[in-house]
């Protein structure tokens, strides 16, 4: 352990113990509200760029295991908490979280007051931040000149260089790897799906030559005007091939449709956010992680909004009229969160099957 700060970017100073890796790092700081599942978050792609904070106070206590990943490294910039279990208890314990961290050249920072940290971004929004063991005034002056988390494409970052071939199955979807979670392409292929997954450069021709029945746009950090060339592609694949879209997949097909998209002022990250089917009129409590959301003007008249986030009323689905496009801005496939979601992959194959029948 030694002495480490993280600071934010309006010059708060928040002091506390390091562990992981003794590096520095910086980016945007956002909570999590989910009570377990610190390994998944942690190597979720759509945290990249970012300082993950989880309210929940206790993290590493069960310790981490070669399973319970969402990508091949952990995302995160760093790692902040309140308090940091040394002494793991769980029958898949393989690494505690200090060595996991340190594994993964990522730091963190533990014995912070993170209601406060939490309740400081409700009222004034997300903020870049830094964790460091320098001079907090040094530190406070170097943060202010590095990039904020809205001018870098990260997207480019975490996508696949090169496409693979994730599972074998009949029905044959491609996915588009914007920052896709293995337990996505998990869930499709325990549904008999043949999953290729493609980069976020893919164009709709690079696409349609293997013929796909389906066609997945997938979740991935940052904001969705970086990810132009997606947005074209998915544009010349609707009235092509069914379309799921998730979370930033969700915004990216939006954008396709004609929709506009803002930045939320702390976002949605957690395993526990109330969300309307409006069809039905069920309450399905969602996993969620994201800072950015689709606006309502702006929606084209064959497009409608199925779902609702019953926080704040965002938009949480979209539709088309006539065209099979579902949308969703939750992660129905959770890792981690409820599993009440995963739904949304049977209906997305019923629409590939009636498509291709």
Request: with cysteine; glycine share 10%; charged share 20%.
């Amino acid at each position: 352990m030694h002495k480490a700060h993280l600071i934010l970017s309006d010059g708060t100073v928040f002091s506390g113990e390091g562990f992981g890796s003794q590096s520095e790092a910086f980016g945007e700081v956002v909570f999590n509200t989910s009570m377990t599942g610190y390994q998944e978050m942690l190597t979720d792609p759509s945290y990249a760029g970012q300082i993950l904070l989880p309210t929940y106070p206790l993290q590493g206590n069960y310790g981490t295991n070669k399973e319970s990943v969402e990508s091949a490294k952990v995302q995160v910039s760093a790692f902040a908490i309140k308090e940091h279990s040394e002494f793991p208890s769980h029958y898949d314990s393989e690494l505690t979280l200090n060595d996991y961290l340190v594994s993964q050249g990522i730091p963190g920072i533990a014995g912070l007051d993170t209601r406060a940290i939490t309740k400081r971004i409700r009222s004034e929004g997300v903020m870049m931040g830094m964790v460091t063991s320098e001079d907090p005034k040094l530190a406070v002056s170097r943060l202010k000149k590095l990039p904020s988390y809205g001018s870098i494409n990260l997207v480019e970052q975490v996508s696949t260089q090169q496409p693979y071939k994730w599972s074998d199955g009949e029905l044959s979807i491609a996915v588009i790897d914007c920052g896709v979670k293995f337990n996505i392409l998990n869930e499709l292929a325990k549904r008999g799906c043949s999953v290729n997954v493609y980069p976020f450069t893919s164009t709709s021709s690079d696409i349609l030559k293997s013929n796909p029945d389906g066609v997945l746009f997938s979740p991935g950090p940052g904001d969705p005007i970086h990810c132009e060339s997606t947005v074209s592609t998915a544009k010349n694949l609707i009235g092509k091939l069914p379309i799921l879209g998730i979370c930033l997949g969700h915004q990216i097909v939006a954008r396709a449709l004609g929709a506009e998209t803002y930045k939320l002022k702390f976002g949605h990250r957690g395993g526990n956010h109330p969300v309307q089917d409006l069809e039905t009129k069920k309450v399905y409590i969602t996993a969620q992680n994201h800072g950015y959301a689709v606006a309502d003007s702006g929606l084209p008249p064959e497009v409608y909004v199925s779902h609702r986030n019953l926080n704040d009323g965002t938009i949480e689905g979209l539709k088309h009229r006539s065209e099979p496009i579902l949308t969703i801005q939750y992660h129905s496939e959770a890792s981690p969160g409820p599993l009440d979601n995963s739904y949304i992959f049977d209906e997305f194959i019923q629409m590939v099957i009636k498509k291709r029948d």
